[in-house]
């Protein structure tokens, strides 16, 4: 066997090596998602909103949202400053190691936008979220939102 191709095999190797450390680092990072909910919408409401809980076990942040059930969603935030409802797009929520952060009515949320049919109790919505770690490396997520009651948004007992 000639040096050059020896040499060639042991760098294809290295890096492939380095490709399987990298795929090792983003299987491990631990995103929980709990308490994944939706709210019931009225007929002919054309937005809904998304809840849930977040726990990254490493620094990270959710930088994205997509859902097959509206044609546009984004990440949201509601502030009351003055009596004033204030609700505006972010551009992403920052998951802080070992802590909870919460998606509910009154703060952060994801928004459905233009919904494709009304969002009925019982039902559940597809919604996709991409995570970013450390060094900018994405994390995809699939997960289902139990749509609940217009009016609390709890389940039934």
Not at 67 to 91: C, L, Q, W, Y
Not at 117 to 128: D, F, M
Request: glycine share 8%; with cysteine; aromatic share 4%.
């Amino acid at each position: 066997m000639h040096i050059t191709t020896i040499v060639k095999a042991l760098a294809a190797a290295a890096c492939f090596g380095t490709f399987l450390a990298s795929a090792s680092a983003v299987a491990q990072q631990k995103i929980e998602v709990t308490n994944v909910w939706a709210r019931a919408t009225a007929p002919g409401q054309k937005v809904g909103g998304v809840y849930m809980d977040l726990r990254s076990a490493a620094p990270a942040r959710l930088v994205a949202v997509s859902s097959s059930a509206a044609a546009t969603v984004e990440i949201h935030n509601m502030t009351m400053k003055n009596g004033i409802m204030r609700m505006f797009a972010v551009d992403g929520i920052d998951l802080p190691s070992g802590q909870t952060v919460k998606l509910a009515p009154g703060g952060y949320h994801v928004m459905l936008i233009d919904l494709k049919r009304p969002l009925a109790k019982g039902e559940s919505v597809p919604v996709t979220l991409t995570i970013e770690g450390e060094r900018k490396i994405r994390q995809i997520i699939e997960i289902k939102a139990e749509v609940r009651d217009m009016i609390t948004g709890h389940k039934a007992h």
